[in-house]
């Protein structure tokens, strides 16, 4: 099984601000990586798919970039609405697997 | 507007079943693979199983034990977790969400879904 770390767990921000996520594989998953964001009671948003493709509908503040092993999510300047928590997910190899999250707060 | 909605969810007891319903409204239903993913309270999300457009394929969590049966009906837009011998770490939100994209042809990895579009969840509680 292909294990994801997330790091921070938790980035503390203020508005304005430009948040760096990482995640890294436990082996190469290529490009196939994807993004999340899920705010409290909501289902997850797609944000970024195959590493560094923005999903519709997606503001460009979002970015996504890397490959291989370590990849790296940039918002590049908060908005209020982006204080939520961040997931990867690899569809490289089943099981199909998501990192722990990071928690963008304020 | 796609949409999916999940339901058969509630309260069982350990040892128990439970079957989930996920009714899709708003895409071709019977082009996309789907998905389900649970969140327990608290917890990140867990990929829990994936089923291929035409059910050739099906994928499960080792964790489930093949506890866990998906399948789909694609005539009523229709997806379907029989969930048995239900333990308390079942205890989640579960989601159905559908693929990105349809994904014939592809091969390898290129086959392997990502989750756009996710139903509200449905809440299932494993307790004595």
């Known amino acids: 099984e292909i294990v994801l770390t997330q790091s921070p767990a938790t980035l503390s921000l203020s508005p304005g601000e430009r948040a760096t996520l990482s995640c890294r594989a436990s082996?190469?998953?290529?490009?196939?990586l994807a993004w999340y964001q899920q705010k409290p009671g909501q289902a997850p948003r797609l944000l970024v798919y195959d590493a560094s493709n923005r999903a519709a509908g997606i503001p460009a503040r979002f970015s996504g970039s890397g490959s291989g092993t370590d990849f790296t999510l940039t918002i590049s300047s908060l908005e209020v609405e982006d204080f939520a928590v961040y997931y990867c997910q690899q569809r490289s190899n089943w099981p199909l697997t998501f990192g722990g999250g990071t928690k963008v707060e304020i | 507007e796609v949409r999916l909605v999940e339901s058969g969810g509630g309260l069982v007891k350990p040892g128990g079943s439970l079957r989930l319903s996920c009714t899709a409204s708003?895409?071709?239903?019977?082009?996309?693979?789907m998905n389900w993913v649970r969140q327990a309270p608290g917890k990140g999300l867990e990929w829990v199983s994936s089923?291929?457009?035409?059910?050739?394929?099906?994928y499960y969590a080792e964790s489930l034990e093949g506890r866990f049966t998906s399948s789909r009906d694609n005539a009523k837009n229709s997806l379907y977790l029989q969930m048995n011998s239900l333990r308390v770490e079942d205890t989640a939100v579960y989601y159905c969400a559908r693929d990105l994209k349809p994904r014939n042809p592809c091969s390898g990895s290129s086959c392997n879904p990502e989750f756009d579009y996710w139903g509200q969840g449905i809440l299932v509680t494993v307790s004595s």
């Open positions: 708003g895409l071709t239903f019977s082009s996309y693979n």
């Open positions: 089923i291929s457009s035409t059910s050739r394929y099906i």
């Open positions: 082996q190469s998953v290529s490009s196939f």
